[in-house]
């Protein structure tokens, strides 16, 4: 399957979403969630359209989404799907409320038992450009 062009629309769109709740950070519903790290609005919409976007590409695949925890797979229980999507739609809640940080990744998994290549998106943070998130290690 040709990621590519799922890659390259997610983003586009990953940039300019998380750049519109980066602009209204302030304004954001935050929580904490059981494990004490935080939830936001952002994360649970970013987590929506990414697992559409999939849907649209690869409607069978397996999605593993740590906000909604959506699509668990029991090894001993379920079949073995041939391709697992593992989603973290905000990687570092924590940094990304925060207005003066410029860390926040998102970043998008596609497996069939051994990592591939993800989109890495940031949004600007204040008046500081958006560096660029870390390579996989794939």
């Known amino acids: 399957m040709n990621l590519h062009p799922l890659w390259a629309d997610l983003t586009t769109e990953l940039v300019r979403g998380l750049a519109s ?7 954001l519903d935050v929580r904490e969630k059981a494990d004490r790290t935080l939830l ?3 994360d649970l919409a ?3 359209m990414v697992i559409s976007r999939i849907r649209a590409v690869d409607p069978e695949a397996r999605v593993l989404a740590e906000e909604s925890g959506s699509g668990a797979w029991r090894p001993a229980h379920d079949e073995e799907p041939e391709r697992i ?4 739609p905000i990687d570092g809640t924590a940094e990304f409320v925060d207005p003066h940080s410029i860390e ?3 970043r998008v998994t596609a497996t069939n038992r051994s990592p591939t ?3 890495n998106a940031s949004p600007p943070a204040s008046s ?3 560096p ?6 794939s």
Do not use: F
């Not at 709740?21 to 304004?27: C, I, K, L, P, Q």
């Not at 999507?85 to 973290?88: A, E, F, G």
């Not at 660029?132 to 290690?137: H, I, R």
């Open 21 to 27: 709740y980066r602009s209204r950070v302030a304004d």
């Open 40 to 42: 936001t609005e952002a």
């Open 46 to 48: 970013i987590e929506d």
């Open 85 to 88: 999507w593992v989603i973290d």
């Open 104 to 106: 926040p990744c998102h």
């Open 117 to 119: 290549t993800s989109p």
């Open 128 to 130: 500081h450009p958006a």
């Open 132 to 137: 660029s998130c870390p390579a996989d290690a």
